[in-house]
């Protein structure tokens, strides 16, 4: 199964720009998509197709992905973006969606 | 607007049946799209559960495979999650989704565009 590695915590400060990563094996080859989930909420889809925003996500919302690593990052952070943001591809191997551990950005 | 609803009972029984439906409004789930379960344990991260496309064709998560059906009631616009012989492990917020699927020669778009607010469902006697 294919596994998608995310670092458990990531921290910024007000204005400045957060990056949250999602490692996989050749992960530049898939569609990666983004979700934020603030506590007690639902995930929101943030980023689909590594880097397109649903309409309703702030441009300050962008994606990229190459080689083993696909990048969210977040401009201009601001105190309601702290939330956990998970990383989601399609596991062609196994054909399933397979969902990274999460990342808690704090806001400092 | 699409709009998801989780329904079913809160608490199950180790070894019982967990039964959950989610009603969809604002989409016809005979139109397109898959429709899939993702869960949650308490503190923890997602975990997909399985999907279902319209015409009934399914797909589960292997590792709940054994324990897992998800049906579709077009006429209600309802589709729906059953797990049995569940244990403490199962004890998690339960998510209804609509899952956007494309395949292009291979590269597969597959993502949650709408989700359900969510339901705790816990096991314990």
């Known amino acids: 199964s294919y596994v998608l590695t995310q670092p458990p915590s990531v921290s910024v400060a007000p204005g400045k720009t957060a990056r949250v990563t999602c490692g996989g094996d050749?992960?530049?080859?898939?569609?990666v998509h983004w979700y934020q989930q603030k506590p007690g909420q639902a995930p929101v889809l943030v980023v689909y197709?590594?880097?397109d925003r649903p309409s309703g996500i702030p441009e300050r919302f962008s994606g990229s992905n190459s080689g083993n690593t696909a990048t969210l990052t977040i401009s201009r952070v601001e105190a309601g973006d702290e939330a956990a943001y998970y990383c989601q591809v399609w596991d062609s191997s196994s054909d399933h969606p397979v969902f990274g551990g999460g990342t808690k950005l704090t806001v400092l | 607007q699409v709009q998801l609803q989780e329904s079913g009972p809160g608490l199950v029984k180790p070894s019982e049946t967990l039964s959950l439906t989610c009603t969809v409004s604002g989409y016809s789930i005979s139109s397109g799209y898959y429709w899939g379960w993702i869960r949650q344990p308490p503190g923890k991260g997602l975990e997909w559960i399985g999907s279902?496309?319209?015409?009934?064709?399914?797909y589960y998560n292997p590792s709940l495979k054994s324990r897992v059906t998800i049906s579709v009631d077009t006429s209600k616009n309802q589709f729906s999650l059953k797990l049995n012989s569940v244990t403490a492990a199962d004890t998690a917020v339960y998510y209804c989704a609509r899952a956007y699927y494309y395949d292009s020669s291979g590269y597969i778009e597959y993502y949650f565009d709408y989700w359900g607010q969510g339901t705790l469902v816990t096991v314990s006697s």
């Open positions: 050749n992960i530049g080859s898939k569609s």
């Open positions: 197709d590594d880097s």
């Open positions: 279902i496309y319209p015409s009934g064709s399914t």
